[in-house]
């Protein structure tokens, strides 16, 4: 077989199940290497979809997915989703086009340095060095992705290695995740903490904020009488009714120096001490308060439901129960709407083991305390910072869970950048609802703007890059113009029903909500 | 004044009129900058929009725009046009926002390494030390991509740099270009090459296929017998009833090793030799025939205009007259539309100056042949090869002629990478005209197949990576979405009537091309 057959062999060998591509002239025999049968090709008509919709994949399904890149500025436009993958600990094998070797010394007009643009952004980068070693390159690519806590590998693939013959492909074994436990003195430090009784904070990311570990960070709740919270993004959560409920802290630097005020400690479990988002004139980048301990209980390349269950052994907690979240009321609401009608009305409609990808800045801001109590889901969001992340996500968590309904909030400045997953959405009859919340602005910036003490408002030209009023985007030809059905909504009843009627379609949905 | 203003101050000391911008918090700032009335700012909703329109205001103005980018990943959606934009030598200076150095040790979400993003394909980058320097990196970012032949400059921006104070800012002069002229014995070369009557063929790039250059390539044509050639893709060509002619090389490797076939010489002026656009099994990379001997009278740093009237002297060329190209036969096409009829309708309904952007693969093969002879006017080409570059650079190119048509052909796969660019087109009222070639196909992929030996025809994997017609994208209801007005045509009298209607009309235009 050739190199191309060989790098899609191996990656099928290793678990990878689906490649998001893009491809271009020189990924013309990996293209065919897709006939086989073990991995499903998924079409995105642009880069940043395909490295979006690898994430969500992987994130709901604990393992990388591929995808196909054409050259350097393929690459490049993946680059902004790959940064917020790599921030949420995601893995991803990327494989990029490259010209064959010979062909590099005579500058042809697609060259760029593939490799610089990799690195700052992967954790593994190569260039095939030939068909003949490709299958072992691609193996490791898969490895390295794989390993705990998920990483970002990038394999560029020259044409020569891709059509040259790669011979008899070695069979190498799936990646198997070892992740050693924390350090005994990291346990008995955090058990003396809880065992002070001054008030801790734990706080919780990666693998701890679903499943077992999860359910051990209610019993220390339960036990020691912590509080228990996430950082305002995490990767995925399992939540709602039946689950343990985690707070979360604050965006914004003076609501969330409120949210820690008191504490004296702080500890880890996959994640750091908080950070705000941007740095502010005369405001701090560390949130804790003064005199607040940090101490790390699980590193991120470390095992969460170890460290949880090795200290609630320390403290004693092993029969403890955990609380678990009450359902909610679910009335729906009435009348005009607004962040807080939106997000009742989204904890009425999401259907049971709906995935939640939240990428809607101000109108949805309180749509994660409002659906804490709705049936179970899992809640997505963007660890990178980098927008126009959650339409593509929210179309690699739909395929990655095709029995579920994926609900995808954006605002409309949002959705902008990478638009073009509607189309494979409606390519793949993806269950994914898109709610687009139509303000005609960057209402973000417009806050940002006085907390950056950049003016008291706005002038005209900075309003002018803040408004996207002029011409106001027309959402529901937007869907139709990418083959996805849309309504257009007004009032929270009628936002209600049409998360509802988006949830008993067979493919996507998009919800224009239309603010005022 | 704060850092901003004195970069902006600077900027537009420095001649720099226009920033195209996506902003983000760290830029707030910036944003309040931008009310300085010596500068336009122009809001494009995705980055790769932003570097592209940059792209096209400089080919036209012969200067640099800037553009305003949000951290690493702004950057990152960006590099695909500045990738094209490099390979043009066409000047640009990027700002990026970047937090504030002391908030990088916290390893806040949206921290990557900006420098390591923008150095594979930026000529200058820099980090501002702080808001006291700022003035002085500004002026130097400008100085470095101002210089011939054009260059890539990124100036990072930290948040403190940007709202420090900056003092009193010193006034820097506009960058001058000066260009050195090519040595005596390159022109003796060329001048013997010429005068052995020997079959040669003169391939003109970046300034030597506009102005006084072009008409001299023309005398040199006259004169001397040899041919004069582009490369397929240039930066931009003055062309048209009225200019002295240049052929082009073919795209595809058989006929561009047909048409070279023959030269015993080629003379290079401000590019090199011709090369294969990508790497083909068993098929060359160097397209000159056996025997021919290259020869470079002007390197892509030196001045066309000088070495071109050189040689001219050297051959005793100064009263020759060169050959003007006669207007073509205009009539209009009737019937179907195929590459030539919409070649043909192009010819009939192009305005006089108008500015065509090309990015049409496969439709669109046969309109430069075709539009030689049509009104006097600038064709614009990807010498990157990063689809998605049509639109966006239309749009900097409308902007930068007001007063001119530009018309931008653009094939459907294409035109879905950056089509937000349609917003900023109805934003700004840009006379911009947008065919799109709509055969839900993307097409050069399909012929790129066999010749890259990867099998005799596309499997159906393969296939569906390729077309693009389920669901075939409404293009009408996506100019809808983004406010600008369209039509759709089928015939080939259909298309001139409207390409002739859309010219007349205020601001933009889509054409649907329907293709079956």
């Known amino acids: 077989m050739n190199g191309a057959n060989a790098l899609v062999e191996t990656l099928t060998d290793q678990g990878v199940e689906v490649c998001f591509a893009n491809p271009g002239t020189s990924e013309m025999h990996f293209l065919a290497a897709l006939e086989n049968p073990r991995i499903k090709a998924v079409l995105c008509l642009f880069e940043g979809v395909a490295t979006g919709a690898a994430d969500g994949w992987a994130r709901m399904r604990g393992k990388p997915a591929s995808t196909l890149l054409h050259l350097g500025p393929g690459l490049a436009n993946g680059l902004a989703n790959i940064h917020n993958a790599r921030r949420a600990s995601v893995p991803m094998v990327n494989v990029v086009g490259e010209h064959s070797k010979h062909h590099l010394a005579f500058d042809p007009p697609l060259m760029s340095d593939i490799e610089g643009l990799a690195r700052p952004l992967s954790h593994w980068v190569r260039t095939a060095a030939g068909s003949g070693s490709i299958a072992a390159d691609t193996a490791e690519a898969v490895h390295a992705a794989a390993s705990h806590p998920g990483r970002i590998s990038t394999l560029i693939l020259p044409g020569d290695a891709s059509w040259g013959e790669a011979g008899e492909v070695k069979r190498y074994p799936k990646p198997e995740r070892q992740v050693r436990a924390p350090s005994p003195d990291k346990v008995e430090a955090a058990a003396r903490v809880l065992h002070s009784g001054e008030p801790t904070l734990v706080i919780l990311a990666g693998n701890a904020c679903t499943g077992p570990a999860l359910e051990l960070a ?7 009488g912590c509080r228990i919270a996430t950082q305002f993004f995490t990767r995925r959560i399992e939540r709602g009714a039946g689950r343990v409920t985690l707070e979360r802290i604050p965006y914004s630097v003076a609501p969330a120096l409120k ?12 994640t750091g001490e908080p950070v705000a988002f941007f740095a502010y004139p005369d405001q701090p980048s560390l949130l804790k308060p003064d005199g607040c301990q940090v101490h790390e209980l699980v590193a991120r390349d470390e095992d969460c439901l170890a460290g949880l269950q090795m200290l609630l052994d320390a403290i004693g907690g092993g029969n403890a129960v955990a609380a678990l979240q009450p359902l909610a009321d679910r009335t729906t609401p009435t009348g005009a709407l607004n962040p807080i009608s939106v997000a009742q009305a989204l904890c009425a409609a999401m259907p049971e083991h709906c995935i939640l990808v939240d990428e809607s800045l101000t109108t949805g801001r309180e749509s994660m305390g409002y659906t804490e109590g709705a049936l179970p889901h899992d809640t997505i969001q963007n660890m990178g910072g980098s927008i126009g992340y959650s339409p593509p996500v929210a179309t690699g968590a739909s395929l990655a869970c095709m029995d579920r309904r ?34 005609n602005t960057y209402n973000i910036l417009k806050m940002e703007y006085s907390n950056m003490k950049a003016g008291p ?8 890059m803040i408004d996207i009023d002029r011409p106001t985007i027309d959402w529901r030809a937007m869907a139709k113009a990418m083959g996805v059905p849309s309504v257009q909504v007004e009032t929270a009843e009628d936002f209600t029903k049409a998360i509802v009627a988006s949830c008993r379609a067979e493919g996507p949905m998009l919800i224009e909500v239309k603010l005022y």
């Open 259 to 270: 949210f820690l005020d008191g504490f004296k400690h702080i500890i880890t479990v996959e």
């Open 406 to 439: 994926t609900i995808c909030m954006v605002g409309d400045g949002s959705a902008m950048y990478t638009i073009q997953a509607l189309w494979t959405q409606a390519r793949e009859g993806l269950p994914v609802t898109t709610i687009i919340f139509a303000n």
């Open 218 to 224: 209610g019993k220390l709740k339960t036990i020691s």
């Open 457 to 464: 408002a706005p002038g005209p030209a900075a309003l002018s």
